[in-house]
């Protein structure tokens, strides 16, 4: 079993600094061997990582010494497996990497190590950090992160596997009024962070707006934007967390869902008032959770009217709008809250 722990780290000025600078050399790196990648498959050759990696370690910069090994090294092999995802049709073809954007560098486990309450990172030296280690087991690896203006390592930690007893079956269906309905009638409110923080991002993208581009102002700007953003995240991802764990412990350890396109809803007119609801639900990272903490998670096909199908006599209600919130079926006269009988008919429909 594999855990992420992600912890804040307080850098000095100078440690901030080297911190910036592997990130330039991570990037560096990857952009250096996706660009000579692109120049060999031009040319009719077949590159691979193991080629790309030999090669950089005969023409990489002196100037990458300066920061921990792995930064330079890691890249390439990420950029392997971008290729190996790409070429199996998982992921897109690579794309260079920007500055600001998703910048970070890799640490082995050997490389670093907890001392009481600071980590010991290569060429770099002792870092404070904001709470230690919740798990004991094996660390795998380092990823020193940067969010908005602050640094996080992300530890990977495989833990030894725990027997979990299959408990209740429990249907649960997604939504945007209610993030989640339960079959035994439980509902759970969806995080609303994007409408609190809705003005201090506009007085933020505003003052941004007014900035001239190049200035230290515009850039001082540019984190207050980015920083509200990441309150935003972390908001949605504590309620998450919350809403997901209350249902493993309390209610069923057997999660029944929909199969869920996102991305399709976004594009769908019927669905364009609910964007915003849309996004600050989070569909995909409930699922992602409910994978990572349930002992087994089913779903129904995403084209099953579940909100359609009576769950007591299985007629379909072809005329039920959006805004229908209950389920009033003429066939056998059930009336019934509308989520509730999707999440019952996802109960029953569900399949591993």
């Known amino acids: 079993m594999i855990r992420t722990h992600k912890i804040r780290l307080i850098p000095t000025v100078k ?21 000579k990648w692109n120049e060999e498959y031009k040319k009719g050759n077949k590159p691979n990582m193991y080629s790309l990696k030999k090669l950089w370690n005969s023409e990489k910069p002196e100037w990458v010494y300066d920061s921990p090994k792995d930064a330079n090294i890691q890249p390439v092999i990420d950029l392997g497996k971008a290729f190996n995802n790409f070429f199996k049709g998982r992921t897109k073809h690579p794309t260079f990497h920007k500055k600001g954007i998703n910048d970070g560098f890799y640490i082995s486990n050997d490389k670093a190590k907890f001392k009481n309450n600071k980590i010991q990172l290569p060429k770099i030296g002792l870092v404070k950090i904001r ?13 020193i992160k940067k969010e908005a203006n602050q640094w996080y390592v992300c530890v990977l930690i495989e833990l030894p596997d725990k027997q979990k007893k299959d408990t209740n079956k429990i249907g649960i269906d997604l939504g945007v009024k209610t993030l989640a309905t339960l079959d035994n009638g439980k509902k ?37 934007v980015a920083r509200v953003h990441l309150d ?34 976004l ?44 769950c007591r006599c299985k007629t379909k209600k072809l005329d039920l709008k959006l ?8 066939n056998c006269g059930l009336l019934i809250d509308r989520d509730l009988n999707a999440s019952i008919n996802i109960k029953l429909n569900a399949v591993g």
């Open 15 to 35: 440690q901030e600094i080297a911190f910036r600078k592997a990130c330039g050399v991570a990037r560096y790196s990857y952009n250096y061997n996706l660009a």
């Open 131 to 143: 709470e230690q280690l919740r798990f004991n087991g094996k660390i795998m690896s380092f990823t």
């Open 188 to 224: 759970y409110n969806r995080s609303k962070s994007t409408e609190r923080n809705s003005k201090r991002l506009k007085v933020a993208q505003r003052n941004l707006s007014k900035k001239k581009k190049g200035s230290n102002n515009r850039n001082k700007a540019k984190m207050k």
């Open 232 to 265: 935003i995240r972390n908001q949605r991802k504590d309620l998450l967390h919350k809403v997901t764990s209350d249902i493993i412990k309390n209610h069923g350890n057997i999660i029944c869902l929909e199969d869920l396109s996102v991305n399709s809803m």
């Open 267 to 310: 594009e769908k007119k019927v669905y364009k008032s609910l964007k915003r609801g849309i996004v600050d639900a989070s569909f995909n990272k409930f699922r992602v959770l409910m994978e990572y903490k349930a002992n087994k998670v089913l779903y129904v096909d995403r084209y099953f009217p579940s909100s359609k199908l009576c």
């Open 323 to 330: 805004s229908d919130r209950l389920y009033d079926c003429k």
